[in-house]
Each structure stands twice: as C-alpha cells, then as structure tokens.
C-alpha cells in the first residue's frame, strides 16, 4: 500500500526558509513523478512544483519560481521542497504526491492535481510578518 509522509514544516518568520521531506513507501517510487501541492485557508488546493523521474527535470509555479527547489533522492524514495525566502502567502498545508509516469522521463506535469494517485497528509508551513 502506497504511503506518503511529509515533514519539516513549522512557523517562520518572512525571509526564512524551509526545508520540507516526503517519505515514499508501498510502490516503486521511479515509476512515478512527485509534485508538492499546498492549500491556503479557504482556498483550493494548488500546484507548487514537480519533478520527473530521472530529477533532472522541474517545473515550478509562477508564485515559487526562482525561491523553491525541488529535488528527491531516488535511492530514499524521498522528495525535497527547499523554500527559501519566505513570504506571508507561502502559508499553507503542504502535500507531497506522485503521478504515474507512463515510463515517461524528462517531463512532469504540475496539473491536474488529480492526475496524482498518491497523496500524503500534509505539513503545515506558517510564515509571519
């Protein structure tokens, strides 16, 4: 049974960083892509990034580029989100999650989030002014 487990969020204050893990279990991990979603209170959830299978490949939202960085390490079945530079509207549950890849390599899909299969259950990410 596929299980996906998400950790490292916390309260910070704006301009601090996070690093947030998943921890995969339960499937063949290079099967898949993994993408890291969020949802703000009272909003929908939405897409922050992906990255394929091989990790050489990522693809980010407008909100994160050039402050977030995605990576995994394979051989863990672990994902990354590296957030850096953090604002009040990064607040927001965290999720990790995988989409089947199709034996696709060096592409990954951000939308529609429910082309992931797999979810974790969440990590709380606070950012105070």
């Known amino acids: 049974q596929a299980h996906l487990v998400e950790s490292g969020g916390g309260s910070v204050q704006t301009g601090g960083s996070l690093t947030l893990s998943c921890a995969a279990s339960?499937?063949?991990?290079?099967?898949?892509?993994m993408g890291w979603f969020r949802q703000k209170p009272g909003q929908d959830r939405e897409e922050v990034a992906c990255?394929?299978?091989?990790?050489?490949?990522?693809s980010y939202s407008d909100s994160v580029v050039g402050r977030f960085r995605i990576s995994q390490d394979s051989s863990k079945a672990t994902l990354y989100l590296q957030m850096d530079r953090l604002k009040p509207e990064d607040t927001a549950i965290y999720y990790c999650?995988?989409?089947?890849?199709?034996?696709?390599?060096?592409?990954?899909?951000?939308?529609?989030?429910?082309?992931?299969?797999?979810w974790g259950q969440g990590t709380q990410v606070t950012v105070s002014s």
């Open positions: 999650a995988a989409r089947l890849a199709h034996g696709i390599r060096g592409y990954c899909d951000r939308r529609p989030a429910t082309g992931y299969v797999y």
């Open positions: 339960g499937y063949t991990y290079s099967d898949y892509y």
């Open positions: 990255i394929d299978t091989s990790g050489r490949y990522r």
